[in-house]
């Protein structure tokens, strides 16, 4: 039998976090942990997914407090431990993919608080899990931050609307070539996931005018998947690349 393989995957009850929790559980002897923002998230679409032999589904809720982040980080440490009865499980592959793209402005007429929330959604929270869940990871380990190439500054194209969600994913790909680093048993790579037939996808979409986003989930998935499989130290970490493994400029 192969060595067993643990995941991590945020934001999985939806979207590309639940694409990815479908396909990595096809695969046998892998256990994925999958976090939803409350136990009265409706997973009747993760339940569902079936399961290769040896493999297993473990759902545990994850809400980050930004008044109280330790209490955050006590609890969803406490779940964890509570996953195995003799010692907490060593995660081998941490994918930081919730997030946020709900409300797309240009400069001028983008709120504060619009700011404010995609930051906390998409630059705090894979933070604030990385800060928690760092004394579980195994050694070596991988750390997978889903991006978007909307917060790339270098490639920023055109005048799309996308000022609070770009600079948020901009600052969570600063994070992730610091954990490369600052780290060096992690493999740290930023991926952007393609522009999906998703909640997020389509919000984009409607404000500039386009009727859908190109992509299915199936080929977002296994172009994601692909990257994190290939993802080593002396080659991808500390980088940003696309679904396809095209390198994108920071
Ligand atoms: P969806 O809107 O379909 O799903 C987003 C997921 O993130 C949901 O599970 C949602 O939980 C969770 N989430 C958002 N904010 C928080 C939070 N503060 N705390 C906990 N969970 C949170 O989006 P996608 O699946 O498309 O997006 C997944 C990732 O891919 C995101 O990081 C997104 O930025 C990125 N991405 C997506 C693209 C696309 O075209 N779809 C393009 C580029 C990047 P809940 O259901 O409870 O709200």
């Known amino acids: 039998m192969s ?31 999958a976090t939803i923002r409350s136990l ?30 330790e209490s955050s980080a006590k609890d969803l440490l406490s ?18 993919n919730a997030g ?3 409300s797309f402005h240009p400069i001028l007429s983008t709120p504060l608080l619009s700011l404010l929330s995609h930051f906390e959604s998409n630059t705090l929270l894979p933070i604030h899990l990385f800060q928690t869940l760092h ?3 195994s050694n070596p380990s991988k750390v997978i931050l889903i991006s978007s190439s909307l917060g790339s500054i270098a490639e920023m194209e055109g005048a799309a609307p996308t000022l609070a969600y770009g600079i948020s994913k901009a600052g969570a790909n600063y994070f992730i070539r610091k954990v490369h680093f600052e780290h060096p048993s992690i493999v740290a790579v930023a991926i952007h996931p393609g522009w999906v037939k998703t909640a997020n996808g389509q919000n984009f979409a409607d404000s500039i005018g386009v009727s859908e986003p ?3 989930l199936e080929q977002s998935v ?13 080659t991808t970490s500390g980088s940003f690349v696309s679904f396809d493994g095209s390198v994108i400029q920071w």
């Not at 060595?3 to 695969?27: F, H, K, P, Q």
């Not at 569902?48 to 982040?69: H, M, R």
């Not at 779940?79 to 930081?96: G, H, V």
């Not at 296994?222 to 002396?234: H, I, N, P, T, Y």
């Open 3 to 33: 060595a067993s393989t643990t995941y991590l995957v945020t934001g999985a009850n939806r979207g590309i976090g639940l694409g990815l929790v479908a396909s990595l559980l096809l695969r046998p002897n892998t256990t994925v942990i």
């Open 40 to 69: 009265t998230t409706a997973t009747d679409d993760l339940n569902a997914l079936p399961v290769a032999e040896g493999s297993k589904l473990l759902i545990i809720p994850f809400t980050l407090s930004l008044s109280s982040p």
């Open 79 to 96: 779940w964890l431990s509570t996953l195995a009865s003799t010692q907490t499980p060593k995660i081998n592959i941490l994918i930081l």
């Open 100 to 102: 946020l793209g709900s």
């Open 135 to 137: 004394p579980l990871l």
């Open 214 to 216: 190109p992509m299915t």
């Open 222 to 234: 296994s172009g994601v998947l692909a990257q994190v499989d290939g993802a080593k130290k002396e």
